[in-house]
């Protein structure tokens, strides 16, 4: 498997915060879930993340690599005038951050990232180990496999 992100603990931590969240201020996995989506593709050579973050300026952006943990981090702010009140506000400000458990056949080492109209590209090549490889067949005695 390429990408994990099964963690017991932190899928319970997940659970209690939306609790509270949902308790407080009336919003949950619903809203936070769509607050940086992501797809991820298995190619040849590598894993390609997109992450939707619309709004966030490129230079809130943060990727970092910590023990097979990719981390997405970025921030949607608004300056309003002081004349200006909210009527409805639906779109979330702050800061949000999204985390990808690796895979160890993935390396790390040459990550690359860009980002452009909102969406976050992130390129993980596998490891050379982990690539598949065309396996040579000789012409010889089957006998001499054994």
């Given at each position: 498997?390429?990408?994990?992100?099964?963690?017991?603990?932190?899928?319970?931590?997940?659970?209690?915060?939306?609790?509270?969240?949902?308790?407080?201020?009336?919003w949950g996995e619903?809203?936070?879930?769509?607050?940086?989506?992501?797809?991820?593709?298995?190619?040849?050579?590598?894993?390609?993340?997109?992450?939707?973050?619309?709004?966030?300026?490129?230079?809130?952006?943060?990727?970092?690599?910590?023990?097979?943990?990719?981390?997405?981090?970025?921030?949607?702010?608004?300056?309003?005038?002081?004349?200006?009140?909210?009527?409805?506000?639906?779109?979330?400000?702050?800061t949000f951050t999204?985390?990808?458990?690796?895979?160890?056949?993935?390396?790390?080492?040459?990550?690359?990232?860009?980002?452009?109209?909102?969406?976050?590209?992130?390129?993980?090549?596998?490891?050379?180990?982990?690539?598949?490889?065309?396996?040579?067949?000789?012409?010889?005695?089957?006998?001499?496999?054994?």
């Amino acid at each position: 498997m390429l990408l994990t992100s099964i963690d017991p603990l932190a899928q319970e931590l997940d659970r209690q915060m939306d609790r509270l969240s949902q308790r407080m201020f009336g919003w949950g996995e619903a809203a936070r879930g769509s607050v940086m989506p992501m797809d991820a593709f298995r190619r040849e050579d590598d894993v390609l993340l997109r992450f939707d973050i619309p709004g966030a300026d490129a230079d809130s952006v943060d990727v970092t690599v910590d023990r097979g943990v990719l981390t997405v981090t970025a921030q949607r702010t608004e300056n309003l005038d002081k004349n200006v009140s909210v009527i409805m506000r639906e779109r979330p400000l702050g800061t949000f951050t999204r985390r990808v458990y690796l895979a160890e056949n993935l390396d790390t080492e040459k990550i690359e990232a860009g980002y452009a109209s909102g969406v976050l590209v992130v390129r993980i090549p596998l490891q050379d180990a982990a690539k598949p490889r065309k396996v040579e067949i000789k012409n010889v005695d089957v006998k001499a496999l054994h």
